[in-house]
């Protein structure tokens, strides 16, 4: 599915109109490619006084080939270590520092603000007040620039380097205005960050075509051996899935109460277990609640939600390799709910009380839960979507456009990296920062 929209505006007339009438105007995005620089220009990094970060995040820098230095016309990103502000009055901190440089930004830039997780004493009020700047940042920027909060716990400063990568590249273009945590857990460097999965074995669900298909080419394109599963009758899809990536494919009905056990022995037989399990199989049966059928609801809830705790927990009996990773794919669905999709909805914001729920039992095995909430990304399911609610969805946020299947992946592919042990229990939007639920 394109969008013609989109290509019009960037047409000769489409600029003239758009201009003239103030209509949204969306400006092509970066998306990663292997060899391409880290940023469109340089990173100016600052630091509130007292801040415990700018030399770990100098250092990140250094090592991803980001050039860092003191002031710059255009610059690629724009870093703040804000963990030193202890109260309301050095807040303005924040304001001496964007004011100057922020017009300046470079089309598809980064702003990164790093704080000090809230743990509710008095000196983390101006911290959780970080979260009103970089969102509403985040609505002011313009021609593909993001802004992103990271709340790094004390303690927690070594494990930045992923997710500074994952926010600073092209990989995260269409997460926006959001707020990520990190605590402590088993880190792991690459050898290789372009391969940073190497040695990897990986599950996909749903990956027979749409997002589950990207999926397992980002997971594949960064190392790991991707089996990818779906129901029988996607099989000819799923091979092709399969063959594509160079991993394996798995015909198999997760809803069936035998499926947990099917998968605990066929990871443990071919592979000695799973290092990452990625929750994507997920279905649509939209009516408004007084039109929806029992088995409308019951089919959405056990494929989105129920069956995926019944492979958890068979998972986590040992199938599971030390520090493996679980990701769940929400939806903003999930967090603003959605006219006709009460089941759908429901099942979605479930996968992030799953995530809240185990994220401290995987943490307990050195591992990692998480979650992404896409908003709308062009697929098969999207484009089914009457007109003027397409556009709708498309327009409503600060992109001014849809997502991309691979801008989930890239997402999954961060919080898979033996590198993100320290992203433990969080649910981040890619949706463009959509003002659904904003």
């Known amino acids: 599915m394109t969008d013609g929209y989109s290509r019009f505006a960037r ?18 995005l970066l998306r990663y490619r292997p060899g391409q ?39 690629g990103a724009l870093v703040f270590d804000a963990t030193g502000i202890d109260s309301p009055e050095r807040l303005r901190e924040l304001y001496d520092f964007f004011h100057p440089r922020i017009r300046g930004i470079a089309p598809s830039g980064r702003v990164v603000v790093l704080g000090t997780t809230p743990d509710g004493s008095k000196e ?31 303690g927690a400063e070594d494990n930045i380097e992923s997710t500074l990568r994952f926010l ?9 205005g959001q707020v990520i945590r990190i605590g402590a857990g088993s880190v792991t460097r690459p050898d290789n960050w372009l391969t940073p999965l190497d040695g990897k074995v990986a599950l996909v669900t749903g990956a ?34 399969a063959n594509r990536v160079g991993g394996s494919a798995l015909q198999l009905d997760i809803t069936a109460p035998e499926a947990p056990a099917q998968l605990a022995e066929y990871f443990k037989t071919r592979h000695g277990g799973v290092d990452i399990v990625v929750h994507n199989a997920g279905i649509t049966r939209d009516k408004t609640i007084a039109n929806m059928t029992d088995a409308q609801w019951d089919s959405v809830l056990s494929v989105n939600l129920a069956c995926q705790l019944r492979i958890n927990d068979v998972l986590l009996a040992g199938t599971l390799k030390p520090g493996g990773r679980i990701v769940g794919v929400s939806s903003i669905a999930g967090i603003a709910g959605n006219v006709g999709q009460t089941n759908y909805s ?61 801008d989930v992946a890239e997402a999954i ?15 981040v939007r890619v949706c463009g920062q959509s003002l659904i639920g904003a």
């Open 37 to 75: 620089s880290a940023l469109p220009g340089p990173a100016v990094v600052g630091s509130a006084k007292g801040g415990r970060l700018e030399e770990q995040v100098r250092k990140v820098l250094g090592q991803s080939g980001v050039e860092v230095i003191d002031t710059a016309d255009r610059p």
């Open 208 to 241: 027979s075509r749409g997002i589950g298909a990207s999926i397992a080419d980002v997971l594949a394109r960064d190392g790991a051996h991707v089996v990818v599963l779906d129901i029988p009758a996607q099989g000819e899809e799923l091979s092709a899935v």
């Open 168 to 176: 600073l590249s092209a990989k995260s273009t269409y997460v926006d």
């Open 413 to 427: 592919a961060w919080y898979a990296s033996p590198a993100s042990g320290g992203v433990n229990g969080n649910v």
């Open 11 to 28: 047409s000769g007339p489409g600029k003239f109109l758009v201009k003239r009438l103030g209509l949204p105007n969306p400006t092509p």
């Open 124 to 154: 983390s009020i101006p911290q959780r007040a970080l979260e009103g700047f970089t969102r509403s940042l985040g609505k002011e920027l313009k021609r593909g620039a993001t802004s992103q909060l990271v709340y790094v716990a004390p």
């Open 346 to 406: 429901t099942s979605k914001a479930g996968v992030i009380g799953m995530v809240n729920t185990y994220a401290p039992l995987l943490a307990e095995k050195g591992g990692t839960i998480n979650a992404v909430a896409p908003g709308f990304i062009e697929t098969k399911m999207t484009a089914a979507v009457p007109l003027f609610i397409r556009e709708a969805g498309r327009r409503m946020n600060s992109m001014s456009q849809s997502g991309l299947p691979v």
